[in-house]
């Protein structure tokens, strides 16, 4: 196998950091349906932010759903109260939805309408929930046949399932010349391509829906085989991205594309993306401290490192003039300063006004948010749950929270031309004793955890600062 990457030590070191992805691709189902009208209530992509119908900035802050969905039945213990948690107690306002491209095509060309049903289920669950879906097209060391989650077994050769040697640890076995072969196949292949995009256009078919379903994550942390590292993301990542958002935007015109750097970015190594590959994309790198990932626990000297990393997401944004959002952070709840670690997480979210989605709304002993016989974890939920500005009639918004004064602050610069109110949510989990508001020459309503901004003054930059009382 060529590996040209960065040269074998700087690849172990590499691989030795979780983030992978999903595999390749099967036949189409026939004719698509007729392309939908354009939706009235799309979100979409606008100045540095996904923007609800009315405009507003929406910071997608939320949990991913879940790790239990990586394998058959491809659906975890939760429930519809589990989605109105998820909202009403965390104050979250979105889910990333994990879908398996084995669940959806276990046979090539046959999509599974059992599968489907039971994803638009959660979907309505989501919906009744006042939740947004973004569906994350999840994978990790490829696919089924590596006893990871992603890929279909059809999609590669057996006899590369059989030679497959699995590592200590799991994100060590993406560097088996087995799953680089079959990651190969997927990146050489039109047609697999093509099987791919088919698969996300039938989950579109099946759960689109422009007021909650927003978007698609096409591929979880992408990983680039034996395909030069400098070259995958502009050569090979940003074209396979561009062939499966036109195949879905057939069935889904207003799905935003939700688009990874390679997994090299994650393990802190430089994008090559120039550009987002596709018209309405946000940027969405994962954010994990590769020390933490090792089970080594995060420590106080990492965090100026981590928030700086997030920072240069942040500045990457920018240059591609897309919203970042953090489809992963977290880590494992007995490690040494996780507390810290989380708080780090929300605090450099908060500096680049990015969505951030923790993983994962599992219940389990790691990084899950609930224990596995469905206590809770407390220390772990008082520094998930936490104030957000969800909706935002602005621009540049921005927000932060001190966990010692449990003060609460957000900015951002008003547009005038942006009438519905801006949103803030204070769980009662925060401020068990309620809160006062502070936003100046402002005019606002308070309706439970939920504060509603509906006039600012003129001003360049508005302040809002909640305090617990
Ligand atoms: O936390 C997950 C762990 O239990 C699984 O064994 C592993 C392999 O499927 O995946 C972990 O979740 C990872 C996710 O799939 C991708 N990003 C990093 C997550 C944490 O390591």
Same mark, same amino acid.
């Given at each position: 196998?060529?590996?040209?990457?960065?040269?074998?030590?700087?690849?172990?070191?590499?691989?030795?950091?979780?983030?992978?992805?999903?595999?390749?691709?099967?036949?189409?189902?026939?004719?698509?349906?007729?392309?939908?009208?354009?939706?009235?209530?799309?979100?979409?992509?606008?100045?540095?932010?996904?923007?609800?119908?009315?405009?507003?900035?929406?910071?997608?802050?939320?949990?991913?759903?879940?790790?239990?969905?990586?394998?058959?039945?491809?659906?975890?213990?939760?429930?519809?109260?589990?989605?109105?948690?998820?909202?009403?107690?965390?104050?979250?306002?979105?889910?990333?939805?994990?879908?398996?491209w084995a669940a959806v095509e276990p046979q090539r060309g046959k999509f599974d309408g059992a599968y489907l049903d039971a994803l638009a289920e959660r979907v309505t669950w989501a919906k009744r929930a006042g939740l947004l879906v973004i569906v994350d097209m999840?994978?990790?060391?490829?696919?089924?046949?590596?006893?990871?989650?992603?890929?279909?077994?059809?999609?590669?050769?057996?006899?590369?399932?059989?030679?497959?040697?699995?590592?200590?640890?799991?994100?060590?076995?993406?560097?088996?010349?087995?799953?680089?072969?079959?990651?190969?196949?997927?990146?050489?292949?039109?047609?697999?391509?093509?099987?791919?995009?088919?698969?996300?256009?039938?989950?579109?078919?099946?759960?689109?829906?422009?007021?909650?379903?927003?978007?698609?994550?096409?591929?979880?942390?992408?990983?680039?085989?034996?395909?030069?590292?400098?070259?995958?993301?502009?050569?090979?990542?940003?074209?396979?991205?561009?062939?499966?958002?036109?195949?879905?935007?057939?069935?889904?015109?207003?799905?935003?594309?939700?688009?990874?750097?390679?997994?090299?970015?994650?393990?802190?190594?430089?994008?090559?993306?120039?550009?987002?590959?596709?018209?309405?994309?946000?940027?969405?790198?994962?954010?994990?401290?590769?020390?933490?990932?090792?089970?080594?626990?995060?420590?106080?000297?990492?965090?100026?490192?981590?928030?700086?990393?997030?920072?240069?997401?942040?500045?990457?944004?920018?240059?591609?003039?897309?919203?970042?959002?953090?489809?992963?952070?977290?880590?494992?709840?007995?490690?040494?300063?996780?507390?810290?670690?989380?708080?780090?997480?929300?605090?450099?979210?908060?500096? +680049?006004? =990015?969505?951030?989605?923790?993983?994962?709304? *599992?219940? $389990?002993? /790691?990084?899950?948010?609930?224990?596995? @016989?469905?206590?809770?974890?407390?220390?772990?939920?008082?520094?998930?749950?936490?104030?957000?500005?969800?909706?935002?009639?602005?621009?540049?918004?921005?927000?932060?929270?001190?966990?010692?004064?449990?003060?609460?602050?957000?900015?951002?610069?008003?547009?005038?031309?942006?009438?519905?109110?801006?949103?803030?949510? +204070?769980? =009662?989990?925060?401020?068990?004793?309620?809160? *006062?508001? $502070?936003? /100046?020459?402002?005019?606002?309503?308070? @309706?439970?955890?939920?504060?509603?901004?509906?006039?600012?003054?003129?001003?360049?930059?508005?302040?809002?600062?909640?305090?617990?009382?």
């Open positions: 196998m060529r590996m040209k990457l960065l040269g074998s030590s700087a690849l172990v070191a590499l691989s030795l950091i979780t983030l992978g992805f999903v595999g390749c691709g099967g036949d189409s189902d026939g004719a698509a349906p007729p392309t939908p009208p354009p939706a009235a209530r799309a979100y979409q992509v606008a100045r540095g932010f996904v923007r609800d119908p009315e405009g507003r900035a929406v910071v997608l802050r939320g949990v991913n759903l879940a790790n239990a969905h990586k394998h058959a039945p491809y659906f975890g213990p939760h429930t519809e109260a589990d989605f109105a948690r998820i909202s009403q107690e965390f104050g979250m306002n979105s889910i990333r939805l994990l879908v398996e999840h994978q990790d060391i490829y696919g089924e046949g590596f006893d990871g989650n992603g890929a279909p077994r059809w999609t590669c050769d057996k006899a590369r399932y059989d030679a497959f040697v699995p590592a200590k640890s799991w994100f060590f076995s993406y560097l088996d010349p087995n799953v680089i072969a079959c990651f190969d196949g997927l990146w050489t292949s039109p047609e697999l391509q093509d099987s791919y995009a088919e698969a996300v256009a039938a989950v579109a078919r099946r759960v689109r829906d422009d007021e909650v379903v927003i978007g698609y994550d096409v591929m979880n942390e992408p990983f680039w085989g034996s395909q030069p590292t400098v070259t995958f993301e502009p050569s090979v990542l940003g074209p396979f991205y561009a062939r499966v958002m036109d195949r879905v935007r057939k069935d889904s015109p207003s799905a935003i594309a939700f688009l990874e750097p390679a997994a090299t970015r994650n393990l802190g190594l430089a994008t090559q993306f120039e550009r987002m590959p596709v018209e309405q994309a946000v940027y969405a790198p994962h954010a994990y401290d590769t020390t933490a990932e090792q089970g080594k626990g995060f420590s106080a000297a990492a965090k100026s490192a981590y928030l700086s990393r997030i920072a240069k997401y942040k500045v990457e944004a920018d240059e591609f003039g897309t919203p970042l959002w953090i489809g992963e952070y977290g880590g494992t709840s007995g490690s040494t300063g996780i507390i810290e670690y989380l708080d780090a997480a929300y605090e450099g979210a908060g500096m +680049a006004g =990015a969505g951030s989605m923790l993983w994962s709304y *599992d219940f $389990d002993g /790691g990084y899950g948010l609930v224990n596995a @016989d469905r206590t809770d974890k407390p220390a772990i939920l008082d520094v998930v749950v936490r104030p957000v500005p969800r909706r935002v009639a602005g621009d540049a918004v921005d927000y932060a929270f001190d966990s010692k004064t449990r003060v609460f602050t957000t900015s951002f610069a008003p547009v005038a031309s942006i009438t519905a109110p801006t949103e803030l949510v +204070a769980p =009662a989990r925060v401020y068990p004793s309620g809160f *006062d508001v $502070d936003c /100046g020459d402002c005019a606002f309503e308070r @309706d439970g955890d939920v504060v509603r901004v509906t006039r600012v003054p003129a001003a360049p930059r508005v302040t809002v600062k909640l305090t617990p009382r």
